[in-house]
Nanobody, 124 residues
Framework: QVQLVESGGGLVQAGGSLRLSCAAS????????MGWFRQAPGKEREFVAA???????YYSDSVKGRFTISRDNAKNTVYLQMNSLKPEDTAVYYC??????????????????WGQGTQVTVSS
């Protein structure tokens, strides 16, 4: 099994940037497709970005062009670079992993492994 730990969250002003990290242990990340999801207060958890084993990336419409997902297999870490942050990006951000080879990247239920989350707060 893989264990995931997110870091890098914090408080930032609108227009600023943050880089989230998701460090994996227990298994190499090359065995998994990875995703980032977020959950704002009172809302359901939603898809943000995903990166497959073959390094194909996917983004939600709300973050496309502002966020970039990447993976460093040597460091067993996945990143989410967030630029031009908006107050509506405020949420707890979760890293997730799937061992499936055929899956819908935007579907939460496809991911069997989750981190504990990291808070991102964007002030206006």
């Amino acid at each position: 099994q893989v264990q995931l730990v997110e870091s890098g969250g914090g408080l930032v002003q609108a227009g600023g940037s943050l880089r989230l990290s998701c460090a994996a242990s227990g298994r190499t990340l090359t065995s998994y497709g990875m995703g980032w999801f977020r959950q704002a207060p009172g809302k359901e958890r939603e898809f943000v970005a995903a990166i497959t084993r073959s390094v194909v990336t996917y983004y939600s419409d709300s973050v496309k062009g502002r966020f970039t997902i990447s993976r460093d297999n040597a460091k067993n870490t996945v990143y989410l670079q967030m630029n031009s942050l908006k107050p509506e990006d405020t949420a707890v951000y979760y890293c997730a992993a799937t061992g499936s080879y055929s899956y819908t990247v935007r579907r939460l239920s496809e991911y069997g492994y989750w981190g504990q989350g990291t808070q991102v707060t964007v002030s206006s």
